[in-house]
């Protein structure tokens, strides 16, 4: 019988199609790119194209949930049409929301994603620990309910996010780097991986490779003084369970930075795409040839 646990099936597929992820987001700026109009039905056929084009080829597809939510009700019973037809073709929906809250909150945001009887439930969901990472305790329970996946918020390629998560804890670990060893713990030595990963920016090897940081004091009154290479580097030679690596393509991120940004665990990875892949659209077949030559870079900057 197959494993149906999101870590093991995650890391099959991605050996079996490649571990490009395919970020399907009907921005304003894509929609009107492809000729289409700002509007519910220009929307439609932009996800339901991409969705068409990548989910038979891709691993992984992601769509993210603002895009959808920002034409009401008529764009979230879209995003409910993308999840479907995705995983029908095959593809591991990845629904990207990055909630983070708190009690029987956040136990609603996991019924409502990762629940296989709410129309929205995916096969993992984005979540933000900056609450503490013991409050998403519900999304990982409900995950491990149901073989469902977590990823979790750890180190994001947004200038900001640095003056919160390379802040260093009495222990001398960086914020992030406490969030993936407490994230690592729940996947204890399960094989070929865990289900419960994290988000690491592909831009953020750009700060490692210069050496070091100047982080100052931020609008909360943390103060940082300098970050060597050493110090803003993380370390995931222990990490047992799935990287997802936003950035990629138009925000900056190539595959040779896929090594700088996670070692050893670059093997886990699963970096996406989002506009680089809608671009050569709307021909379908123009984005599955996009699909294929990034499937072939990423494969080689892995080592696959």
Known sequence: MPNKEFGARAFRLSQERG???????????????????????????????????????????????????????????????????????????????????????????????????????????????????????????????????????????????????????RDGRSVAQSVIDEVNERNGDAEPMGSFGIVMGATIGACAAEGEARLRESTYGITHTTVSQRDSAHDLSQFNGPILVPGMGAQGGRPSDLPRVLGSATNFAIPSYSRQIAQPGPAAASIRTAVEALQEECRAAMGE
């Open 19 to 169: 571990p490009v992820c395919a970020g399907i987001d009907p921005h304003g700026s894509q929609l009107l790119q492809w000729g289409l109009d700002d509007d519910l039905d220009g929307a439609e056929r932009f996800a339901m194209t991409l969705t068409e084009a990548v989910a038979e080829r891709c691993a992984f597809v992601k769509p993210q949930s603002a895009f959808f939510e920002r034409f009401g009700s008529g764009g979230v019973a879209l995003l409910e049409r993308v999840i479907a037809e995705s995983r029908r073709a095959g593809a591991l929906v990845i629904l990207d929301v990055k909630r983070g809250d708190i009690g029987s909150t956040m136990a609603a945001y996991a019924q409502a994603y990762l629940d296989p009887a709410s129309p929205l439930a995916a096969d993992a969901i984005t979540v933000s620990p900056y609450l503490g990472t013991g409050s998403l305790q519900p999304a990982f329970d409900t995950a491990a309910a149901h073989g469902k996946g977590v990823f979790v918020l750890a180190r994001t390629s947004n200038p900001e996010g640095k003056y919160l998560q390379m802040a260093k804890r």
